[in-house]
C-alpha cells in the first residue's frame, strides 16, 4: 500500500491545517503557500483518487460535490467568482496525488488573476 498523502494524513487529523468547510465527504483548507489573494484546496475525504479523471470515472457524484464546494467556498470568500485548478501529473505541477482542487480567487481585484495569468 503506498504512504497516505499529506491531504489523507489532515483528513485522519495527523497534520493540523486551516480548515474552511467539512462535511462527511469533503473537506477545505487554506493552501499553505497561497498563489493567490484566495487559495482554497477541496478534496474528498473518501475513495483514493489520485487525480481527477480518476475521481470523474470513479465517482462523478463527488466531483460534481467538490464543484459545488467550490462555488460555496467562492460565495463566502470571493464574490463568487473563482478559478478552478485540478493539476493532473508532474509535469503540469502535481505534488499531492489525492485529488484536490485549488479555488483562487482576487476579491479585491489586485490582477493576480486576469486573463492571461495561470
Ligand atoms: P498540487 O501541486 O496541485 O498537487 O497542489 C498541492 C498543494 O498543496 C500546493 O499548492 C501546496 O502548497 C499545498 N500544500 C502542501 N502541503 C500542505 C499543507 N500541509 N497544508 C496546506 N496546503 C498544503
Redesign the pocket.
Known amino acids: 500500500m503506498s504512504e497516505a498523502s499529506?491531504?489523507e494524513r489532515?483528513v485522519a487529523g495527523e497534520?493540523?491545517?486551516?480548515k474552511v468547510f467539512e462535511n462527511d465527504r469533503v473537506l477545505a483548507?487554506?493552501?499553505?503557500?497561497?498563489?493567490a489573494p484566495v487559495?482554497l484546496?477541496v478534496f474528498p475525504k473518501v475513495g483514493t483518487y489520485p487525480n481527477v479523471a480518476a475521481l470523474a470515472a470513479g465517482d462523478a457524484g463527488l466531483l460534481a460535490e467538490l464543484v459545488s464546494v467550490a462555488q460555496h467556498l467562492a460565495d463566502e470568500h470571493c464574490g463568487g467568482e473563482f478559478r478552478l485548478?485540478?493539476?493532473t501529473g508532474e509535469t503540469?505541477?502535481?505534488?499531492?496525488?489525492h485529488v484536490?482542487a485549488?479555488v483562487l480567487g482576487d476579491p479585491e481585484h489586485t490582477g493576480a488573476l486576469t486573463e492571461g495569468t495561470l
Request: no cysteine; aromatic share 12%; charged share 10%.
Open positions: 499529506v491531504f489532515i497534520i493540523p491545517a486551516s483548507i487554506r493552501d499553505i503557500a497561497p498563489k487559495h484546496l485548478i485540478f493539476n503540469a505541477g502535481q505534488t499531492v496525488f484536490h485549488h
